[in-house]
């Protein structure tokens, strides 16, 4: 049976989702949504999508879409997945869930009532050089004592990964501290227990905060330190220093070293090295085998209740 997917948001992560499904067996794009009619057109015929909208309810009136993926602005993420599975379709939306818990919350418990399967886009789970540490976790041949990770971008204005004005403004709290948060939470295999965090000046033309540090402690004594910047002018990206018991590894994007910098061969860790496509198969492998997948929507809820508790620490100044 081969799963037809609608593909919401036809920007620079919707592309880098069709480039994995070009990779995966029995799934097919049939329809794709975003603003701009002529670039949608434009991608549509890149990737051989035969229907294109504007309009997210058009694609979900379409009977033979089976599944939906949601790379659309943060704000849109909770309501359209919502629509999604009221319309009886499984849907995987990109991180953050949500900007607001009680929202997220929502989006829980539609899905504990449909059944159906509603994953977020949490791909540090997927990503090779996380997934060798989390295998070692599990064999019990390593545990974290600190997770040191660094989230850096010089982003002054309000410009996508590929260099073009976006229409929404992007948060570090919400959307780039939530995959360190849920990340050191599922490598801990322990629920985070303590949050304490700071932040910068307030951009006068962007309204957010430029910088921040998030502190984070796991009920089994792990910790871990993230710093956030939207003000780096340097290596940009996040970067992952694992400090534990018997080793320690650094990860920066799929790349693994230990503490002394030797690489570390991470290519036969799974079936790719492009954590977006794991995460696809991921979310295509539990619709047909019927079970949750890694990164539901349920088990990343946790890591959205820490990011509330921090939002109102800092608006609490």
Known sequence: ????????????????????????????????????????????????????????????????VDAVILCTPTQMHASQSIACMEAGKHVQVEIPLCDILSEGQAVVDLQKQTGLVAMCGHTRRFNPSHQFVHKKIEAGEFNIQQMDVQTYFFRRTNMNALGQPRSWTDHLLWHHAAHTVDLFAYQAGSPIVRANAVQGPIHKDLGIAMDMSIQLQAANGAICTLSLSFNNDGPLGTFFRYIGDTATYIARYDDLVNGKEEKIDVSKVDVSMNGIELQDREFFA?????????????????????LHDLELQLNAG
């Open 1 to 64: 049976m081969t799963i037809k997917v609608a593909l919401a948001g036809a920007g620079a992560f919707g592309i880098k989702h069709l480039d994995g499904i070009k990779n995966i067996p029995g799934v097919e794009v049939v329809s794709l949504i975003s603003r701009d009619l002529a670039k949608t057109q434009e991608v549509a015929d890149k990737y051989g999508i035969r229907h294109v909208t504007t309009d997210l309810a058009d694609s979900l009136a379409i009977k033979e």
């Open 286 to 306: 539990a619709i047909r085998e019927g079970r949750e997948p890694n990164a539901s929507v349920a088990q990343v809820l946790p890591c959205y209740q820490v």
